[in-house]
Structures are given as structure tokens and as C-alpha cells.
Nanobody
């Protein structure tokens, strides 16, 4: 499975960004796809949001209604609309695809700064 990420960049606090991830190659009928992030001073990756082919959605605790994940099943694409961004959201965001294996994108940077 190959993952192509797009979006990310520099935005001021309170602003919005949209991340997209397209999966291709050996896509199964059932999978979970979404985003994790690694922020400065935090060693591991934390859940941002995931959505399954059943449309079950999970958000990280810090999201607090600011982000919306959606998917285009026909294109095997997941979108993450991030609103009201905070400086603490700065980090590298990784697309994740899981069926019986797990695949990661290369990551895209999000920088929330004034």
C-alpha cells in the first residue's frame, strides 16, 4: 500500500488547514485510515483521528471538536479538516493505513505560529 499525503504548512493560531491522504495498491475492503502526529518534546506518535470503512471514527482527546475527519471511499482518500489550530498542534502529521498490516506515510509538517 502506498500513501500520498498532501496539505500541511504554516498557519497562524486560530487558522485552518486541510490534510489529505490517498491510498493505492492492494487496498482491502476493510481498513482503518487516518492521522497520527508527533509533536516536539513528545517521543511517540499520538492519535489525531481515524476512520474505518464502517465509518467508525476516533479522535484524539486533544481534538475537542476542532478537527473533522472524512473519507472518500471511491478514491481511498481520507481528509482531515483542522480548525482553530493552536501552537500545540505544531508537529509532523503521519497518514496511517491499517488492515492486516500497517503502513505509514512520510509525514507532513504543520506549523502553527504567529
Amino acid at each position: 500500500v502506498q500513501l500520498v499525503e498532501s496539505g500541511g504548512g504554516l498557519v497562524q493560531p486560530g487558522g485552518s488547514l486541510r490534510l489529505s491522504c490517498a491510498a493505492s495498491g492492494g487496498i482491502s475492503l476493510v481498513y482503518v485510515m487516518g492521522w497520527y502526529r508527533q509533536v516536539p518534546d513528545n517521543g511517540g506518535r499520538e492519535l489525531v483521528a481515524t476512520i474505518a470503512t464502517t465509518d467508525t471514527i476516533q479522535y484524539g482527546d486533544f481534538v475537542n471538536g476542532r478537527f473533522i475527519i472524512s473519507r472518500d471511499a471511491a478514491k481511498n482518500t481520507v481528509n482531515l479538516q483542522m480548525n482553530n489550530l493552536e501552537t500545540g498542534d505544531t508537529g509532523v502529521y503521519y497518514c496511517d493505513f491499517r488492515n492486516w498490516s500497517e503502513y505509514w506515510g512520510q509525514g507532513t509538517g504543520v506549523n502553527v505560529s504567529s
